[in-house]
T-cell receptor
Framework: GAVVSQHPSRVICKSGTSVKIECRSLDFQATTMFWYRQFPKQSLMLMATSNEGSKATYEQGVEKDKFLINHASLTLSTLTVTSAHPEDSSFYIC??????????FGPGTRLTVT | DAKTTQPTSMDCAEGRAANLPCNHS???????VYWYRQIHSQGPQYIIH???NNETNEMASLIITEDRKSSTLILPHATLRDTAVYYC?????????????FGGGTRVLVKP
């Protein structure tokens, strides 16, 4: 299947700082990418849909000013967690697909805010 | 998107077939059935998807009932590495913006 990468795989930051997570499609172009968050022992929850060249679409309850999404090219979407707090500690996962019928997931980024 | 119902957990024996059921009684005609699995601390892995015909690939088989209200994922020879949470998801096909909505999934433990 197609390959989606994320960077970094793990990050620890201090409370109040911002953290940027990258999601790349390595062997295909993606006009749409998705960002998910997963807390321990829970399922994945969709945070937002990232659209190349336009604004992201956020799910209900997700603060767009806190979770900034930029999809500046057909192979890269970034999620910036601004002014991170310990409750933002989670596993962040992106997905993208080479066609409307396929979605592949990145390996995830574990964020720990101290 | 239609909602799915899966057993919370199940055990299966290594080397035997694992049959994972999924109910999706409100599925619409343009919704596909997708299966993903997530091994601990990794991103979900695509397994298979189908619309109404049974499908088979190198990982698994997908059996969809004629009324499309339920399906079964079959892992033909389970190995210890198949221990994971398996998610059955229904999703409208045909548009890149159609998101995947995850339910609770089935936690599968393959035992020696």
């Amino acid at each position: 299947g197609a390959v989606v990468s994320q960077h970094p795989s793990r990050v620890i930051c201090k409370s109040g700082t911002s953290v940027k997570i990258e999601c790349r499609s390595l062997d295909f172009q993606a006009t749409t990418m998705f960002w998910y968050r997963q807390f321990p022992k829970q399922s994945l929850m969709l945070m937002a849909t990232s659209n190349e060249g336009s604004k992201a679409t956020y799910e209900q309850g997700v603060e767009k000013d806190k979770f900034l999404i930029n999809h500046a090219s057909l192979t890269l979407s970034t999620l910036t967690v601004t002014s991170a707090h310990p409750e933002d500690s989670s596993f962040y996962i992106c997905s993208a697909g080479p066609s409307s019928y396929e979605q592949y997931f990145g390996p995830g980024t574990r964020l720990t805010v101290t | 998107d239609a909602k799915t119902t899966q057993p919370t957990s199940m055990d299966c024996a290594e080397g035997r077939a694992a049959n994972l059921p999924c109910n999706h009684s409100t599925i619409s005609g343009n919704e596909y059935v997708y299966w993903y699995r997530q091994i601990h601390s990794q991103g979900p892995q695509y397994i298979i998807h189908g619309l109404k015909n049974n499908e088979t690939n190198e990982m698994a088989s997908l059996i969809i009932t004629e009324d499309r209200k339920s399906s079964t994922l079959i892992l033909p020879h389970a190995t210890l590495r198949d221990t994971a949470v398996y998610y059955c998801i229904v999703r409208v096909g045909g548009a890149a913006g159609n998101k995947l909505t995850f339910g609770g999934g089935t936690r599968v433990l393959v035992k020696p």
